[in-house]
């Protein structure tokens, strides 16, 4: 697949849409990459599957000492499965934080484009919080906020979709933290560990929610960029309005040859 990028000649509007697009692709790349890695975890389950029990010998080389020296007995199948299993759940865990990380940057991406358009900048693409770790610099999630109020204002069709989804993206977010302070106490009652568990089941949303919140705010960004757009549209429809009139002035009779 090809995506059709804006010409470098193309409306200020047409860019930023492209880079907003890309936050939103690689939020995609991730959710995708992250539910594979599910159900390879759940396929290398040692419960689910039939092991063979066959055995083999492992024999150490005439160089082996001690401990070393002795031979000693292996069962394949039930090395690879379990082996796979981790190696699966490390794709996992690592997967789901990439996912979350990309989709927060798709919402604040968004949400920051949806900001300045109205507030009369003309961004070329979306700008993050970057970080350097002294190995790699990286972008970081911004702020999610997009105005919610404002797009009730203006009749938004989304608006009441766009609060939901937002306020459901806070829900889980604020999970998350009650979660991390709860585990960051010096002594965690049976009752907080118990909490702790529900928050950290709300805060696992929090991918989902973002990208779902992401994607309701491209369309938002749609909506903004309505006036920019047709403001482009007159700006076009004039020039060749008085191109045409300088041409019937250049053709009349006695115009300039």
Known sequence: MTYNLAPANAPWFEHLTDSVDALGE????????????????EQMNPMRRVLHDGKVTGQPGPDAVGWNARPFRRSPHSAAVYELQRLYLDARQ????????????????????IGQVRAG??????????EDDGRKRALVPGSCDAGVEDFKADHFSKARLLEDAYDRLLECLAAGRQAEDIGNQEYVSERDDAEAAEC?????GTADAAYAYGRLLRE???????????????????????????????DAPGGEL
């Open 200 to 204: 950290w089941a709300v805060a696992e």
């Open 26 to 41: 690689a939020a995609r790349e991730w959710q995708l990459a992250a539910s594979a890695a599910v159900v390879a975890h």
């Open 94 to 113: 690592r997967t789901r934080v990439e996912y979350e990380h990309a989709a927060l940057l798709y919402a604040s991406g968004a949400a920051w484009a």
């Open 121 to 130: 900048a003309q961004p070329t693409r979306a700008a993050l919080p970057a």
């Open 220 to 250: 938002a960004l749609g909506f903004v960029l309505l006036g920019p757009r047709q403001a482009r549209l007159k700006q076009l429809a004039e020039q060749q309005a008085a191109e045409r009139a300088d041409q019937g002035q250049t």
